[in-house]
C-alpha cells in the first residue's frame, strides 16, 4: 500500500511502530488504539493508515475511506459493549475544535452518559 507517514507526526510513529500504543484492531486502512488519557471508560482513537492532517483535507477519493472508519467504530463499539448503552464517535478539527495531533482521528467514547452541548 502506498504510504505518505510524515516524520514529525505522533500517530504516523504510531503506525511505523516507533511510539508503543495499545492497539487493539488494525487492518490495511486503519489502525485503533487506546487513547493514552482516557476521557470514558472505553476511549479509542480510529486512525487512518496514510497520513491526512485534518478532515478538511478529505475528498471524493477518501469517502470509502471515512466510510469505513464508521463501519469500523460500529463494530468496535459492539466488540467493547457499549453499542446498546451508547457512545460518542467524535472528530475535532483545528484550533476551536480541540484537535491537539494533527493527524486525522475519530475518538470512540462510551462506558458512561455522555454530557451535551460538549464543552
Ligand atoms: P485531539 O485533541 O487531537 O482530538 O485528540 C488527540 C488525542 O490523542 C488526545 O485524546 C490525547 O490524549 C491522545 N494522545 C496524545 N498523545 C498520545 C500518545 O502518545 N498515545 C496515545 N495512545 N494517545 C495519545
Ligand atoms: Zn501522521
Known amino acids: 500500500m502506498e504510504t505518505n507517514l510524515v516524520d514529525n507526526c505522533l500517530f504516523c510513529k504510531i503506525i511505523k511502530g516507533e511510539i508503543p ?10 489502525l485503533v488504539f487506546r487513547d493514552i488519557d482516557p476521557q470514558a471508560p472505553v476511549h479509542l482513537l480510529i486512525i487512518p493508515r496514510q497520513h491526512i ?3 478538511n483535507d478529505i475528498g471524493p477519493a477518501e469517502a470509502s475511506l471515512i466510510g469505513h472508519i464508521h463501519l469500523v467504530a460500529v463494530e468496535l463499539a459492539k466488540k467493547f459493549s457499549i453499542s446498546e448503552t451508547g457512545f ?7 484550533d476551536d475544535g480541540g484537535q491537539a495531533v494533527d493527524h486525522l482521528h475519530f475518538h470512540l467514547l462510551g462506558g458512561r452518559k455522555m454530557n451535551w452541548p460538549p464543552g
Request: charged share 35%; hydrophobic share 40%.
Open 21 to 30: 500504543a495499545d492497539i487493539v484492531y488494525d487492518d490495511d486502512k486503519v
Open 88 to 94: 460518542r464517535l467524535v472528530n475535532n478539527c483545528n
Open 53 to 55: 492532517a485534518r478532515i
